[in-house]
């Protein structure tokens, strides 16, 4: 059987598959376990359900962060095991990248697939902030400016497009894991509290910090750290949401200076389209009026803003004619002094 095409997003948090021949997305989380740090005991969501709960020898290990592999090896064996359900040698693959890294952390996703055992056919990628525009259905030629801020798991993207190519880019690198860790450290400090990164993320994703209540509570469980015993205890919404204002505060300023450095022309057109947000991380209620007050420009959702980058990489492995000159590949011309 002639091999597939698959589109790979791989994220922090969650890896996304797009498999052609199926035309369908799935995800995994972005973890692997291993066994006495030699074997490798479970991969994707397996492996994430073990985090924080697994006996000594085993260890649960992120292998990107910040949008960027990290461990490459682990990052290596988790994708081979992941596709190795299905039909994956042979194929070809187009994977989604952030813009704003070094050309090796480039060249590292383009290793990273065309070096391992699923003998790839070809390895293109494309701009993730492309994908994830068409993905919400710019037409990305047409366009003379637009902004993408993709919300995710490790990072924060900020691209701006204009006429099929990305003008401005700029990659920060917190998301959602670092506003969970900030829940963590204020829950500690305020409360002699200690709480696991999965109850932070619970606490983040039931309050809508981004609305007016300041009543709610959650009960969570954890330890008190004077006792030393575990324990459960009601945390506020308030203390969710003074968590994470900092880190929100520094996303408006990113998007505002950005906004001060786009030429005068690609402003004019940016202003009239607004802003896209994508990525996980827009899920959360309210953060579109949010951002939109606190920039002053229009800012827009779309439905699963997550799967945002791979409805966009679909688009683009099944319309190749119109879209593949937004694909490179890493032997091209440009990136051969890396070889
Ligand atoms: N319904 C939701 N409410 C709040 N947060 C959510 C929701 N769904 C997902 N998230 C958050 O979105 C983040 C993951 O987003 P996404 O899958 O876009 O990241 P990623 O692509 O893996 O990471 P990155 O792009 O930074 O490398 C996680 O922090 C997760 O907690």
């Known amino acids: 059987m002639a091999g597939n095409i698959y589109g790979l997003d791989l994220g922090t948090y969650e890896i996304k598959v797009y498999d052609e021949r199926k035309d369908e997305i799935w995800k995994e989380k972005s973890a692997i376990a291993t066994k006495n740090q030699t074997e490798i005991f479970a991969v994707g969501d397996e492996a994430y359900a073990m985090y924080e709960k697994a006996p000594q020898n085993i260890e649960v290990l992120f292998p990107m962060q910040g949008g960027v592999i990290a461990r490459f ?4 064996n988790l994708l081979e095991n992941l ?6 040698f042979g194929s070809e693959y187009v994977i989604a990248i952030p813009t704003d890294i070094t050309e090796v952390e480039k060249r590292a ?3 990273l697939v065309y070096h391992s055992s699923a003998r790839a056919k070809s390895v293109s990628v494309v701009e ?3 994908a994830d525009a068409i993905g919400c259905k710019i037409d990305v030629y047409q366009t003379g400016g637009v902004m993408i801020l993709n919300m995710g798991g490790g990072t924060m993207e900020l691209s701006v497009l204009a006429y099929g190519g ?3 880019n700029r990659l920060l690198k917190f998301g959602g894991e670092q506003f969970d860790q900030e829940i963590i450290n204020l829950v500690r400090r305020n409360r002699d509290f200690l709480i696991g990164r999965k109850t932070a993320e619970q606490l983040r994703r039931t309050f809508g910090i981004f609305s007016e209540d300041t009543k709610s509570k959650m009960q969570i469980a954890g330890r008190n750290l004077i006792l030393g015993l575990p324990q459960r205890t009601d945390i506020s919404i308030g203390l969710v949401r003074a968590a994470l204002k900092e880190q929100m505060d520094d996303c408006v ?5 950005m906004i001060q450095r786009i030429p005068p022309d690609v402003l004019r057109e940016l202003k009239k389209n607004g802003i896209y947000l994508t990525g996980g991380m827009a899920n959360l209620r309210g953060i579109a009026e949010y951002l939109e007050e606190s920039v002053g420009v229009r800012v827009s959702t779309v439905d699963y803003p997550e799967l945002c980058s791979m409805n966009g990489l679909r688009e683009i492995i099944q319309d190749k004619k119109r879209y593949g000159r937004l694909t490179y590949s890493m032997l091209d011309k440009g990136y051969r002094w890396l070889e």
Do not use: S
């Not at 596709?83 to 994956?88: C, E, I, P, V, Y």
């Open 166 to 168: 990305i003008v401005m």
């Open 83 to 88: 596709l190795r359900k299905r039909q994956f």
């Open 73 to 76: 090896c682990d990052m290596q």
């Open 128 to 130: 993730r902030g492309i």
């Open 109 to 111: 996703f383009y290793d």
């Open 253 to 257: 300023d990113a998007i505002q200076t």
